[in-house]
């Protein structure tokens, strides 16, 4: 009886089908891709809520002033004595002193489906001006318009200011017009006019209070030559940035102060100039961001980074289990085992909006692993390699949430785990016969 050698399909079976496994782990690429455009697409649509409050509240704001402008004349004359123009420059004038203290409540508002924090603040400035020496910065023909001194304060959005803006001018008190009448240096904010006597030797203290609102974060631009900012709130996560950082923060539960104090040596601007020289004080500017303490789609992003990783992971766990048992798998089942993986990460996007990431990560893991060792029980026939193949999944999801709710040591968590994976599946492996 002659015996029947076996084709090459058949001895090559192994092979071939760890092949086509290989073959449509690459083809999950794409869905895997689309969940990451998914993501963008919701942070998107988060940002258009975000700036259509802001709109209507108050968008982030940074003040800068109180800046002193006093206007001078250059007049062109004919060799008659006749003038042939007139042109009008500026130059300005910093405080010597600026001390700012301010009151700041943020709140959440909903915006169908998202957050956005909105604040109110009450800030106060207060200072001291030095004499006014304008003829050290314009020519000497030049003449002095005191009588149209004006001050300038810079306020990004006017829609977020509460109240009249007042001015105490030594024992003068003055309200705040809308618009900056000397332009080129302001974009936006609000004047006074100012008029000065050129004989008035003294220093010249103000105050100026000021009610605001706005969104996300609130700035500061370190206009004196000595400036200190005193800020509280009941916000429970600040940001700390800009230019320069708090010499002292208390950060709790309850809220947060801080202070600065920055110096005019700090900055790259003089304390006082004429409009012939531009000045930009928004590299100098500093302050706080008042951030949502959990970004579900960061971690959403960072999540998917890991996927097609896990997906092979998985079908590697199915595929060894498959080489000791008697029943065989279709690519076909292998494909929907690798959608229900693909299908955790939009259910992972689509529940952390409603509840916090970490029980939303629960939920979706726990769906998919349970779907997946359910799928696992009818193809295998078997209740201790559904456990099995749960368990090891568990146990996948479980390293991706530790790596994810770490920041300095991600890195180092997630590639000593991969490192003892790849052992296991080394281990597994030695014995298949391929």
Known sequence: MESTEPSFWQRQATTIKGVLIFMLLLALLIPTSMIDGLINERQYRQQEAVTEVSSKWG????????????????????????????????TFFLPDELVVNGAVNPEKRHRGIFDVVLYSSKIT??????????????????????NKAVLQFAIPDLRGLEDQVKLLWDDREAVFEPGIPVPGMINSGINVALPLNPADTASHRFRIDVALKGSGSLFFTPLGKVTTVKLTSPWADPSFTG???PDE????????????????????????????????????????????????????????KYAILFIGLTFLTVFFVEMRQANRIHPFQYALIGLAMVIFYTLLVAISEHISFNYAYLIAATMTIGLTGMYAKALF?????????????????????VVLQQQDYALLIGSLGLFVILGVVMYFSRRISW
């Open 381 to 401: 026939n078997s209740g201790r390699v559904a456990l099995f193949i749960s368990g090891a999944l568990t146990l996948l999801h479980g390293f991706l949430f």
């Open 125 to 146: 400035l207060e200072g001291s001006f030095s004499k006014f020496q304008p003829e050290k910065l314009i020519p000497q023909n030049a003449e002095i318009l005191w």
């Open 59 to 90: 968008q982030s704001q940074s003040l800068a002033g109180p800046v002193l402008s006093i206007p001078y004349q250059i007049v062109q004359r004919a060799a008659d004595g006749k003038e042939i123009a007139r042109e009008t420059k500026y």
């Open 243 to 245: 230019a320069f950082l």
């Open 249 to 304: 923060k208390n950060v709790s539960a309850a809220g947060f102060d801080a202070s600065w104090k920055v110096l005019n040596l700090n900055r790259n601007y003089p304390q006082q100039w004429n409009s012939d020289q531009y000045m930009s004080f928004s590299e100098s500017a500093f302050g706080v961001d008042f951030i949502m303490p959990v970004d579900n789609y960061q971690k959403s992003t960072r999540s998917v």
